[in-house]
């Protein structure tokens, strides 16, 4: 049996844009708190129409060897057989339901 390349879904969120990349490595940084993104693939397979979407996010990463995504943008690593269209979704609704995890200011650590 062939030793088959992993290949890596990451799906993580930059300025209310929800981005679908696929690549070959994935690793943590040596930077605190980036997941380095090597290697990124695209959808080579023959087709007639032309996604401008894909297209648009071809030409933004296309010279891209290594990328650093902050933790936090994270939303979704998975390894994968294949892979299919990287695509970026802008964000829809305005309003979000992810709030911040509350932890103690400096001023309450000082009244206490």
Same mark, same amino acid.
């Given at each position: 049996? +062939?030793?088959?390349?992993?290949?890596?879904? !990451? !799906?993580?969120?930059?300025?209310? /844009?929800? =981005?679908?990349? =696929? +690549? &070959?490595?994935? *690793?943590? *940084?040596?930077? =605190?708190?980036?997941?380095?993104?090597?290697? #990124?693939?695209?959808?080579? &397979?023959?087709?007639?129409?032309? %996604?401008?979407?894909?297209?648009?996010? $071809? @030409?933004?990463?296309? @010279?891209?060897? &290594?990328? =650093?995504?902050?933790?936090? +943008?994270?939303?979704? #690593?998975?390894?994968?057989?294949?892979?299919?269209?990287? $695509?970026?979704?802008? %964000?829809?609704? %305005? /309003?979000? %339901?992810? @709030? #911040?995890?509350?932890?103690? /200011? @400096? &001023?309450?650590?000082?009244?206490?």
């Amino acid at each position: 049996m +062939a030793f088959k390349e992993p290949l890596f879904k !990451i !799906i993580f969120l930059q300025r209310d /844009t929800v =981005y679908e990349i =696929y +690549a &070959r490595q994935v *690793s943590e *940084s040596d930077m =605190y708190g980036f997941i380095v993104v090597e290697e #990124i693939v695209f959808d080579e &397979r023959e087709s007639l129409l032309i %996604n401008p979407e894909q297209e648009k996010l $071809k @030409s933004e990463f296309t @010279s891209v060897t &290594r990328t =650093y995504i902050p933790m936090p +943008a994270i939303l979704r #690593i998975d390894e994968v057989e294949r892979d299919s269209l990287i $695509k970026a979704v802008e %964000n829809v609704s %305005n /309003t979000s %339901n992810v @709030s #911040i995890f509350p932890t103690k /200011t @400096s &001023r309450q650590v000082r009244d206490e």
